[in-house]
């Protein structure tokens, strides 16, 4: 089991940029794939991007792509998503989430508890 905890949220300014963070417990870290998600007001949990295990293979969202970089460090247990270029309406909880060997836009097991993301125009 793996427990997950995000920090770097806040209340930024269309154009910014923001860098989230997600620490893992565990010594397994590095077996997991890791993924971003993120909730709006009123709308259903939606898929941001995501790292295989080694980190060699990303996947994003299309709403995201060119603007949003995910990345990890097994060695620090850790996972970053880097957001650039923010827009109003990426105003949403963002969510880390782990699973074991599946595929990037798969079932996820493990989930931490969110920072919220605040993009005012």
């Known amino acids: 089991q793996v427990q997950l905890v995000e920090s770097g949220g806040g209340l930024v300014q269309a154009g910014d940029s923001l860098r989230l963070s997600c620490a893992a417990s565990?010594?397994?870290?590095?077996?997991?794939?890791m993924g971003w998600f993120r909730q709006a007001p009123g709308k259903e949990r939606e898929f941001v991007a995501a790292?295989?295990?080694?980190?060699?293979?990303?996947d994003y969202a299309d709403s995201v792509k060119g603007r949003f970089t995910i990345s990890r460090d097994n060695a620090k247990n850790t996972v970053y998503l880097e957001m650039n270029s923010l827009k109003p309406e990426d105003t949403a909880v963002y969510y880390c989430?782990?699973?074991?060997?599946?595929?990037?836009?798969?079932?996820?097991?493990?989930w931490g508890q969110g920072t919220q993301v605040t993009v005012s125009s």
């Open positions: 989430a782990a699973q074991r060997g599946g595929s990037l836009r798969g079932r996820y097991d493990y």
């Open positions: 565990g010594r397994t870290f590095s077996t997991y794939v």
């Open positions: 790292s295989s295990s080694s980190g060699r293979s990303t």
